[in-house]
């Protein structure tokens, strides 16, 4: 049997991958080519540099050079941890390309990446085509007036500081579980010195693809390869994806040939339910007219008063379908994945 630390281990790594996979379950080869998932930035360059609405590059390293990576304009962020966000166009059609972390591991020798691009609503505006209140700064007339011109598509207000609740499960504020994973390829690598992972989306139609090895040394070590493989599917169809599952065990004590665990061939009944999902596309906004709260002055010197929000937003994010199950994204306490330590 393994020992509690090992078990410990065991845990732990299934937990990353199960939340990895919660996390992202949901064109071809000229696609793969145009959409290098190096976690550089894009060759073609960023549309917009200048943009603060479009453009941050903090903690990059060279040849990059930072830019917007004050908070509220003038305070440094304590953060440095690599990110980029740029806008930029591929065979006409504009992106938001994302990048979070580096391949290099930081001083406990771990390493976190990701690299996103998600398809713009259309060309020349800040939103994908997603839940989460746009921004005035767009198109301050949908405000209604005398609304905050800093107002981001997440909920958040930067002016003066003040931050919102980006992580807060309500799809219309923020867009948390509203995204549509047709119009997004995404490559996360997290690597360790006893894990490898890999989860890649990197087709817009197709589901992803999660590679993850676990290598324990030592008399009681165990070595594992797991391989969930859904890039032959698309999303309107309900099929399993090539699953590959592996255990050995490094026990001397075990019996001979019962320190090894195969999901293909040591199994009775494998019931494989990965890539067994489809997704159904919203209706998008039905209704998103912006009109902020915000103060008007006092009749006959009074006190400001409070015009309160007029919340007609109507958001329909169309949604998931399982074979076995599933989860409602727009349900989850996402809060619970921040660390307040690793993100002041």
């Not at 609405?53 to 990059?64: E, H, I, K, Q, T």
């Not at 390493?111 to 691009?117: G, K, L, R, S």
Request: charged share 15%; hydrophobic share 35%; with cysteine.
């Amino acid at each position: 049997m393994l020992n509690n630390t090992l078990m410990s281990i065991t845990r732990k790594y299934l937990l990353v991958l199960a939340g990895v996979a919660g996390l992202f379950a949901n064109t071809s080869q000229d696609a793969r080519a145009a959409f290098e998932l190096n976690f550089l930035p894009a060759s073609q360059g960023p549309d917009n540099a200048g943009d603060v609405r479009r453009y941050a590059s903090c903690n990059m390293g060279a040849p990059s050079t930072d830019a917007f990576c004050q908070r509220a304009d003038s305070t440094p962020d304590p953060d440095k941890t690599p990110f980029l966000r740029e806008y930029v166009t591929i065979d006409g059609v504009q992106y938001i390309h994302m990048i979070v972390g580096s391949l290099t591991p930081n001083s406990a020798g771990e390493t976190f990446v990701q690299e996103t691009y998600t398809r713009l609503t259309n060309t020349g505006q800040l939103y994908s085509n997603s839940g989460g209140r746009p921004g005035c700064d767009a198109d301050n007339l949908r405000c209604g007036g005398g609304a905050s011109v800093w107002t981001s598509g997440n909920g958040q207000v930067v002016s003066n500081g003040a931050l919102g609740t980006p992580l807060v499960g309500n799809q219309h504020a923020t867009g948390i579980g509203t995204g549509d994973p047709t119009r997004t390829i995404i490559r996360q690598v997290m690597l360790s010195s006893e894990m490898n992972q890999e989860f890649l989306k990197a087709d817009f139609l197709l589901k992803p693809k999660i590679t993850q090895s676990i290598n324990v040394s030592g008399i009681n070590g165990l070595s594992s390869q797991f391989v969930l493989d859904m890039s032959a599917l698309n999303y309107s169809t309900i099929g399993t994806g090539t699953l590959v599952n592996t255990l050995t065990l490094n026990d001397p004590s075990l019996p001979a040939g019962s320190n090894f665990f195969d999901v293909g061939t040591s199994s009775q009944s494998a019931n494989v339910t990965g890539g067994r999902y489809t997704f159904t596309a919203g209706t998008g906004w039905v209704d998103r007219t912006v009109r902020l709260s915000y103060f008007t002055p006092g009749l006959n010197g009074a006190p400001p008063v409070l015009v309160p929000e007029d919340n007609v937003w109507q958001y329909n994010q169309g949604g998931y379908a399982y074979s076995n199950g599933g989860v409602d994204l727009t349900n989850v306490d996402w809060q619970a994945f921040r660390n307040p330590l690793e993100n002041p």
